[in-house]
């Protein structure tokens, strides 16, 4: 057997992500190693806390990275939060909630849930009759749901929680940094996210933060391993994982040091400069370059005479959901894309498999000139599926929003 | 708040992981990203699949990356293949081992093990005394216990647990690709390890392979996604973790597709490109490479006057224990090392903190120049240490064995 080396082919990723990463964050990946606790790298881990609270809009101290795609984060906050048998309240609007559900359940969770069909949000009354029927000890929620391309208002949540003694984890893997995120302004326990959405980076690493009160929680079951252990008591009742177990992350990443894991240090590499450039740009304006993108976008799907899914006030920034026209096999446009302009689109899943695309406007890709190109390619893949489509209609519509903002700026 | 670009000075890595990771390695990362279900990512998949049964030595079907460092991987086999109650058997003759019992410990295993003292390995007998006596469902030891520098002897191991109903596993972080290991001639049932020892990557992508019974028991424990699921019936014990559930991640990885984390692209990429080059290299040429450098460096450490530590007929290939002498900092010493020469070696764990350093010979950096330009170093620090040391005697005694060598070639 010989295999040649990867040699991907350009793609343009216009799906719900993982979406194409910036350069810039692929060449920090290339650049060498340095140990795990030489002074250089602790620095780097000390510089990445610091551009994440930015990222989260938090004072945290208990702000770093789990070595995992963003899943893996969702289940270190669970299971180092969660202890068996505790009540843990989900509002499900889309399959990211059922994920909750499902993380949290095989946390040993007693799992509450309340729904909302997919494409619509939660009020925060809604949830707070939950919170009095169920008292649970945390409430799980997803910000950006992209199965549905939901955005959960947030603002009035924590406060919810903080009156009623419930810890609150909010889910912002496909949503930080492309929609507004203010961490402590509303009072947000924990949150966690991802690199392969709006922060522009490649799925491996998953950005954490928790409050003080959250963290004393997860301090609390602090547990030493066997083989570094310094002579202090455990207290409280182990963490059920050890790669995922924050209270020692946060003894790696804290001024103790103690070995954990080994910091997968390309992955740091490409975590820290996605909020570089995310802190340079500012982080407002890197929402208003989502929310502007994503409104060209959305304005091009209808230029193209195709309906949007979902309820729009409360649609993300940056995920679009198309209905698919009738009489038109989204799969077959979806591969056409791909083999005729190297461009992806999302299929969906559950109950709007087959009913929508889902068209990713983000991190790197949130740009005029992607957002064009998708709109021109899919008109030409639109019209061979022998859809009516008016030409150049997504492009004009786009555009005249771009002339539309720049007046108005 | 204005932070810079990562910009890492050059180290030479020589403690016992993460090394510094092979140029073409770090190149591979580089690459755009393609979608997680492009053809051409299933493609990339398939072929790190075979790349990594190459790499164990084995037909195993189930041969794939776990997405995260190497405790994720040890984790993801023991939380998937052990239910609560099950008991595990560990022998312990270092940190690693110790790792073992925790990880198992907290995934809900009735731990019991056997103990060696550090520096020396286990026989066949006692591991089957204690498997006789315990009647463990899994037995799960270290192969190269970088602690300790010590490499169990496998080859009758799995044999013994075939006999008597046991499944093995074994944690081959430190040694794949530096020492031999024949997966399938060994019989062993499930094994892990980590890109950023001897495969020379960097931290941050787990290869694990099951053999046909180990997958078949997490198979019966398959439990699908609410959100994704096919209206299959869940069977057996539901696994603690999402994040690391086989069963899941063995439906993402074979031709069911479905969804479960997003892979790590630039991970995988990197995965590969490990893999590839261990292959174009030949795996046991690899291995006698490994053990060519490392012998050199013994050799060097004996030149300069310093003692090997443990049984040195059993030594890893990749990593050597060096007494510190008497009198010496040993601290002192290494921050020399890497504030003169940017070399880093290692420190130690537990009862060897302050006994002796490890020094890694291993992945890219298993080459006489890392070895030559090690031992010539730590020549002059140990000099302006105070130490007794002959002008030339590391280097010229690690040549010796080079000159031996291609003798007797």
Redesign the interface.
């Known amino acids: 057997?010989?295999?040649?080396?990867?040699?991907?082919?350009?793609?343009l990723?216009m799906?719900p992500?993982?979406?194409?990463?910036d350069?810039?964050v692929?060449?920090?990946?290339?650049?060498?190693?340095?140990?795990?606790f030489?002074p250089?790298m602790t620095d780097?881990m000390h510089?990445t806390m610091?551009?994440y609270r930015?990222v989260f809009d938090t004072a945290n101290e208990a702000t770093l990275l789990v070595?995992?795609?963003?899943?893996?984060a969702?289940?270190a906050v669970l299971?180092s939060l969660v202890e068996p048998g505790d009540t843990v309240l989900v509002p499900v609007m889309?399959?990211?909630g059922?994920?909750l559900?499902?993380?949290a359940?095989?946390?040993?969770a007693k799992v509450v849930t309340i729904e909302r069909p997919w494409g619509e949000v939660f009020t925060s009354e809604e949830i707070e009759q939950a919170i009095l029927a169920h008292h649970p000890r945390v409430l799980a929620l997803v910000q950006g749901d992209t199965?549905t391309t939901m955005n959960q208002p947030l603002a009035e949540i924590g406060p919810i929680c903080r009156r009623h003694g419930v810890l609150s984890y909010v889910d912002a893997t496909a949503s930080l940094g492309g929609n507004t995120f203010r961490c402590d302004e509303w009072q947000i326990d924990a949150a966690s996210a991802?690199l392969?959405k709006c922060l522009g980076g490649?799925?491996?690493?998953a950005p954490v933060t928790l409050s003080t009160p959250a963290a004393e929680v997860v301090r609390s079951r602090r547990h030493i391993?066997?083989?570094?252990a310094d002579g202090t008591e455990p207290t409280g009742v182990?963490?059920?994982?050890?790669?995922?177990?924050l209270a020692m992350i946060l003894d790696y990443w804290g001024p103790a040091r103690l070995?954990?894991?080994?910091?997968?240090?390309?992955?740091l590499?490409?975590a820290?400069?996605c909020a570089?450039l995310l802190?340079?740009e500012g982080i407002d304006e890197a929402v208003e370059r989502h929310r502007r993108h994503g409104r060209a976008m959305a304005a091009g799907i209808n230029g193209l005479g195709l309906s949007l899914y979902g309820d729009q006030e409360h649609r993300m920034n940056n995920v679009i959901g198309v209905v698919i026209p009738t009489g038109v096999d989204g799969e077959h446009v979806r591969a056409g894309l791909?083999d005729h302009y190297g461009i992806?689109i999302g299929t969906s899943?559950?109950p709007l498999r087959g009913v929508i695309w889902r068209i990713g406007v983000m991190g790197y890709n949130a740009r005029a000139d992607a957002v064009l190109t998708t709109l021109a390619a899919l008109e030409q893949e639109l019209r061979r599926a022998g859809a009516p489509v008016p030409a150049g209609g997504g492009v004009d519509a786009a555009l005249a929003t771009y002339a539309e903002e720049e007046v108005a700026a």
């Open positions: 057997m010989t295999t040649d080396t990867i040699n991907p082919p350009t793609r990723l799906g992500g993982p979406i194409g990463a350069p810039r692929l060449r920090a990946m290339a650049a060498p190693l340095v140990g795990q030489d250089v780097y510089q610091a551009l930015r070595d995992g795609t963003s899943r893996a969702i289940e299971v889309g399959r990211f059922l994920l559900t499902e993380i359940g095989r946390v040993g199965s991802g392969q490649p799925p491996g690493s391993e066997a083989g570094i182990r963490i059920r994982s050890n790669y995922l177990d070995n954990h894991h080994t910091e997968a240090t390309s992955m590499y490409a820290h400069e570089r802190v340079a791909l992806e899943f559950g």
